[in-house]
């Protein structure tokens, strides 16, 4: 199984590489010999319009593959990693706290506690954020459980960083996938009525 696992790696790994090998080798360089005036600029020419075709197709295709990979790697390592951290972490900080046994599921507004009492209607209502509750509550700890107190709060923290990072590179991989196809066509059709039906506009 040796050959399948290091290609398997490899294939990842180089396509890992792709974007910045495009960006420090390719986009990098140009931009830094005839700059950006070549993105939109007032007089669109061959080369202008070839350059700008060129780079939104290979954006494109390299952003869509990438940020794929990029998407299931934060995926995976939530789950082996953030999960277990975030559901140990938690129970432990909670346990040292004196706090019940809660398990919400959902995102943001949109959480239901399915073990454990519900939230408190007017602590939430007086703006009090679950993060103020924890505090006040740490204020309080006594100094032996200030140890436990310190590593399930790392946990957790660390738990529930994995978690915005990988919510965070799946918007981006929706919306580089949905909608970054449709602005770079957008953008090519653009500069082609700007190369070919208005290439006297402006007439300065």
Do not use: Q
Not at 55 to 60: E, H, I, N, P, Q
Not at 119 to 142: L, N
Not at 147 to 172: Q, T
Request: hydrophobic share 45%; glycine share 12%.
């Amino acid at each position: 199984y040796g050959p399948l696992i290091a290609g398997g790696l490899l294939r990842i790994r180089l396509e890992l590489c792709v974007v910045e090998s495009f960006f420090n080798e390719a986009v990098g360089p140009f931009i830094e010999k005839e700059g950006t005036g070549w993105i939109l600029p007032l007089h669109e020419t061959v080369e202008t319009f070839l350059a700008g075709t060129i780079f939104a197709l290979a954006s494109t295709f390299i952003f869509v593959g990438s940020t794929k990979i990029v998407s299931v790697l934060a995926t995976y390592g939530d789950v082996f990693v953030g999960a277990p951290c975030r559901l140990i972490g938690g129970f432990s900080l909670d346990r040292a706290l004196g706090r019940p046994v809660t398990l919400d599921i959902g995102i943001g507004p949109f959480k239901t506690r399915v073990i454990g009492p519900k939230t408190d209607a007017k602590k939430t209502a007086d703006g009090e954020s679950d993060f103020t509750a924890y505090m006040t509550e740490i204020k309080e700890v006594k100094t032996r459980d200030i140890p436990i107190v310190a590593i399930s709060g790392s946990l957790k923290v660390y738990g529930e960083g994995s978690k915005i990072v990988r919510e965070f590179l799946e918007a981006l991989d929706v919306f580089v996938g949905r909608y970054l196809t449709l602005i770079a066509t957008g953008y090519i059709g653009i500069k082609f009525i700007h190369f070919k039906v208005f290439p006297d506009f402006p007439p300065f």
